[in-house]
Structure formats: C-alpha cells, structure tokens
C-alpha cells in the first residue's frame, strides 16, 4: 500500500490505496473465511458504523461516487471503511499467531521511507510529486509523512532497548534517522508523535508508571514540585504560548472543531454523511475560516471523534468510542498478562503503534494510510487476546502474577 | 491546472465524479471568462449542472446558474439562484456582491445598503465590491434628488 500511487504518478489521489483496501481484504476473506462468530462484538460495531453511513447516505442526498470512494485525496468512503474493518479483522485472526510478521512489516515501511525520504530530502526523487512544504514520501503531505515515521519510530526504539539484540547500532541508526527525517519535514505532528513513543514505549518497556508508585511518597511530591515551576512558567510566558500557537497551529485546529460540533448539532443522529463534510462546511464555516479564502471549505475536522460524530452522528460518534474503549480494555487485560508472553516486546510496539496513531487522529484529519497501520496494530491485540489471554483466564491456567 | 483547455477542463468535469476538482475547474473556467468579459453559457451551464448533480450543496453551482441567468436576464432565476449558492456559503462575498447587485437592479436600496453592510464586515477587498458600493452610492444619491 505504501507504493500505491496514482497511475499518473505525479498526484498523491488515494483512489489507488482505497481501493487496494476495498479490494484485498475481500480477497483474503475469500481464501482464508474468518469466523465472525470469535469477533461479535467488534464486528457489530463495525456493522453499527457502516449501516448508519448508509442510512446517512440516504437521508443528506449524498452522491453515490462520493459515498462509494469518499473525498477527493481522503477516499476514505464506505468500500475502504469496510475493507479497513475486514483487514482489521483478518489481523486479528492471523497476525495474533504470528505478530513479529507484522512488526516486521512495519520495521520494512520504516525502512523504505528512511530510503525514500532521503532521497526526496535530496531532492533525487524522480517522481514529480505537487510540491508541499516538506517531502511527502506517498502520502502527498509532510504532516502524514512526519506521522508516519513518528508512529513506526517505536520499532527501532524497541530493538534499541533490547539489550539482547544484535545489530543494535543499526537500529539506533535507523532510529535517529526517523528523527532527522521527522525534523527536515518542517511539520510538528511527527516530532510530537515521535516524542510521544519514546516516553510512552520507555514506560512500558520497564514498567516506570508501576515504579513510580511504588516509590515513597515524598519523592512523588518533590518531584512532582520539581516540574510544577517549569510548567508554570511554560504556561505563563506568552512568548512560548504563540510559539506552541503556531508551531501546532492550535487556533486554526479548534476553529475546524467548532465547525465540527456546529455540523453535528444540526444533525444529531445520522451525522452528514461518509466523508461528506466539505459539502456542509460552507454553510458552517466561521468568519475565521472563511479569512484563510474565498473557497475554502474544510472536508475534515482535525480530530476523528468530532469527525465521526459530524459525518455519521451519535451512532457513529460512540460506536468509535466503544470501540476505542474495548481496545483499551484490551489493552489492559494484555498487560496484566503480560509476563506469561514469549512475545511481548511486539505486544508493547502494537501497543504503542496503535495509541500513537490514535493520539494523532485527535489533532489530525485521519489519513487511509495511517488508519490501516493503526488498525492493524489494534486487530493484531484484539486477536491475542481473544484467542490468548481469554482462554488462558477462562482454563484457570495460570495464576497472573503482578 | 489549465482553464482555457477545454479538453482539459471537460476530462475533470466528465470523469471520476469527484466534487472538489469539478468545483476547481469551474470556478477557474468562470474566473477566466470573467476576465475576459466572455461569458460562454453554453460551456459553462453543463459544468453548473454537472456539479449540482454530484452535490445538491453545489454553492458555487446554484452561482454559475445564477450568473447565466443573469446575462439572459431572467432576474427572479437570479435572485433564486443566488440565494441558493448563499443558503450553502453565506460568507462568500462574490455571492454578495451579485446579490448587491441585483438588489441595486431592482431599486432595492434598503436591502443593497445592508448586503454591503455584511460584506465590509466580512471581506472589503472582495472583487467588484467597491464598484457595486459607489454605484450604490450614487444611484441613492441620485434617488435622494
């Protein structure tokens, strides 16, 4: 998917990638049935999500090519959004047996963007991609491109703290390579992402939240006094706030949130449709956004739970939520077994790919390419513990330790 | 993006049915006949249509209509038209100012002050709008006399 580029080749169009995603996971489905039976209530969701898309396509006029292939450059519509369901299914059936193959297959589209960026970097590209303000790798826009080598980031770092491993300078180099990637990108999303993986993955990799508990209280607060100072004056000195401002452009985000909740507030149930929000944003776009030109119309909001709610209404809006919950639910229950797991540095990198990813939709739009790399990761957890940590609390096989 | 091939502009507006090039292409078409004073009806009507089929939200569809309409002065499909294109983006000023325009055209001063009113409070740079202001002005002035 990461080389699905148009047949032109000089345009970033996602028809290509959405529907290679409409398309294979049928085809897996074909030669490999999934028992739907093992995945009821996530699969439920899914069905909760596409069946309110097509009541809502049904109730806003909305025209059938854009419901089918969704926006023009997002093509996230409904065949994408049910392959993605597939695929996350399907992951969750085979890579909860075999998970290093997907970590593997991450580390790879780490590694060919480490190549390929760097040879955009160079300007030695010899696709003529529309320029943007920093390379784009396929995905047509630095922003994704950044968040992208934020997200993977955690792979290397993994293999980086492994003390065990071999070759381990090779993925420190890879490691530092991602950063100076992120940082030539002129975008901010994957220097966040990336920062957010490095505490989040440490964290978990030596449990450091569970130490921190445990170590006597007046340490907790002297070091918590420690930091109250240096946030204080973070938040305090206006300087920093214009520079945090316009680095993370936070004003211009919550204008594209408040329209979101202005759109769904008129249309509470069934939202406006899959991917149909740049066909309401005229009429509710503030005078701000209405400054930024003429014609500019919003079609995403910069933040997939407001985007849901907006484009498909509360049933949508809470069946992401449950669904978000349930993984996390999943999560938990992963970590509490963790220790009985041969494999749980790749359970720690899913982990992480999957709260990165999600982190990263709630200031972004959501992009076809990272959506199915977070999915992926999530069906990978709900497989293990479906098939895994289920039966083994189910069989009373083992006493979990702490 | 070249407007003034229309092999060009009728591949976009005829292909996949992907509203936002459609849209691109038309505003541009309009855009560059407008410069030229040579509004062509005949090209442009199909684009309108074509992108209200995709969206019946198509503001700047319900604007092309409107603005054919107009050179084939029929005013009240004017005025339907341009109402519609602003009932999907009230703070388009080009909207606006066509609507001043046709208040003005119907001696409707009172509504053409308050559309000028809204649009320097929105966008004062907006193209013609210092035109259809002073030409207001002027036809208030003659009126007062």
């Known amino acids: 998917m990461f080389f699905a580029v148009t047949t032109s080749l000089n345009s970033p169009a996602m028809l290509f990638r959405s529907s290679l995603l409409a398309i294979l996971p049928v085809l897996i489905l074909i030669r490999h049935p999934l028992n739907f039976k093992n995945y009821k209530f996530i699969s439920t969701i899914f069905l909760v999500i596409l069946l309110t898309y097509i009541i809502s396509w049904q109730i806003n006029g909305q025209s059938l090519g854009n419901f089918l292939f969704g926006a023009y450059n997002r093509n996230i519509g409904i065949l994408a959004l049910l392959g993605l369901f597939l695929l996350t299914l399907e992951s969750a059936d085979y890579f909860s047996k075999f998970t290093k193959k997907l970590t593997k297959v991450f580390y790879a589209t780490a590694i060919i963007s480490i190549i390929y960026g760097t040879i955009q970097v160079l300007d030695q590209d010899p696709i003529p991609w529309e320029k943007g303000a920093g390379f784009g790798l396929t995905l047509g826009n630095p922003n994704f491109s950044s968040s992208l080598l934020g997200i993977l980031s955690v792979i290397p770092l993994s293999y980086v703290l492994n003390w065990e491993k071999p070759y381990r300078y090779l993925h420190l180099y890879a490691y530092v390579a991602l950063l100076v990637l992120i940082l030539l990108s002129n975008s901010s999303q994957g220097f966040i992402l990336y920062t957010f993986n490095l505490i989040f993955y440490t964290s978990l990799r030596f449990d450091l939240l569970h130490k921190f508990l445990e170590i006597k209280r007046r340490y907790k607060v002297w070091s918590i006094l420690g930091i109250l100072p240096i946030m204080l004056f973070l938040v305090l000195n206006k300087n920093f706030i214009t520079y945090l401002n316009s680095t993370l452009q936070i004003n211009h985000r919550l204008e594209h949130w408040k329209m979101g909740y202005r759109i769904w507030r008129d249309h509470v149930f069934f939202g406006v449709g899959i991917e149909n929000i740049s066909r309401f944003s005229g009429e509710y776009r503030s005078e701000l956004i209405r400054s930024w030109g003429q014609y500019t119309h919003p079609d995403k909001i910069h933040n997939s739970l407001i985007d849901n709610f907006a484009t498909g209404g509360v049933f949508v809006g809470f069946a992401w939520i449950v669904f978000i919950a349930y993984t996390f639910f999943v999560i938990g229950k992963l970590l509490k077994a963790i220790n009985l797991h041969s494999r749980k540095m790749s359970i720690f990198v899913l982990i992480s790919i999957w709260i990165t990813y999600l982190v990263q939709t709630l200031f972004s739009t959501d992009h076809i390419y990272l959506m199915t790399i977070g999915m992926l990761a999530a069906g990978a957890l709900i497989g293990i513990y479906t098939y895994e940590v289920k039966s083994l609390v189910r069989n009373n096989f083992a006493k979990i330790p702490n | ?145």
């Open chain 2, 1 to 145: 993006m070249d407007i003034s091939n229309k092999m060009y502009t009728d591949k976009v507006m005829n292909g996949i049915p992907y509203y936002e090039p459609a849209e691109k292409v038309s505003v541009g078409v309009l855009n560059f006949q407008n410069s030229n004073n040579s509004i062509d009806c005949l090209l442009l009507e199909p684009y309108a249509n074509r992108l209200l089929e995709m969206s019946k939200r198509s503001s700047q569809g319900y604007y092309i209509l409107a603005a054919c309409s107009e050179l084939k002065n029929q005013p009240d499909k004017t005025f339907e038209m341009v109402n519609l294109a602003l009932k999907y983006d009230p703070l388009n000023t080009v909207y606006r100012v066509a609507r001043v325009a046709y208040f003005i055209n119907i001696s409707d001063f009172d509504r053409a002050q308050r559309e000028v009113d809204i649009i320097q409070g929105i966008d004062p740079s907006t193209d013609q709008f210092s035109y259809v202001k002073d030409l207001l002005q002027q036809k208030k002035n003659l009126k007062q006399k």
